[in-house]
Nanobody, 124 residues
Framework: QVRLVESGGGLVQAGGSLRLSCTAS????????MGWFRQAPGKEREIVAA????????YYADSVKGRFAISRDSAKHMLYLQMNSLKPEDTAVYYCAASTSIVVVTAISNYDYWGQGTQVTVSS
């Protein structure tokens, strides 16, 4: 079992930045590929970014390429999402997730563990 706890969400104006953090604990928290997902009201949960188990391979949704950056600190069991140039359409609950895959995975069904989410609201 892996426990994931997100933090860093909040209210920000359009064009601003936020950094989300995800703390992993439990059984071998570094043995997982990781991802960030988001879900806006009335919409399905979607992949935002993902990173391989040892880092070095990353995926970004087209909507966030060039604005968001995913990273992990295995020594601290942490996952991060740096979000720059935020837009109102980035407003959503953001979730951290862990997959037993070694490589980058993007499908929700590939993820085994989920955090409770953190709200990000971008005002225009």
């Amino acid at each position: 079992q892996v426990r994931l706890v997100e933090s860093g969400g909040g209210l920000v104006q359009a064009g601003g930045s936020l950094r989300l953090s995800c703390t992993a604990s439990g059984r071998t928290p570094n043995a997982y590929a990781m991802g960030w997902f988001r879900q806006a009201p009335g919409k399905e949960r979607e992949i935002v970014a993902a990173i391989s188990r040892v880092g070095g391979n990353e995926y970004y949704a087209d909507s966030v390429k060039g604005r968001f950056a995913i990273s992990r600190d295995s020594a601290k069991h942490m996952l991060y999402l740096q979000m720059n140039s935020l837009k109102p359409e980035d407003t959503a609950v953001y979730y951290c997730a862990a997959s037993t895959s070694i490589v980058v995975v993007t499908a929700i069904s590939n993820y085994d563990y989920w955090g409770q989410g953190t709200q990000v609201t971008v005002s225009s």
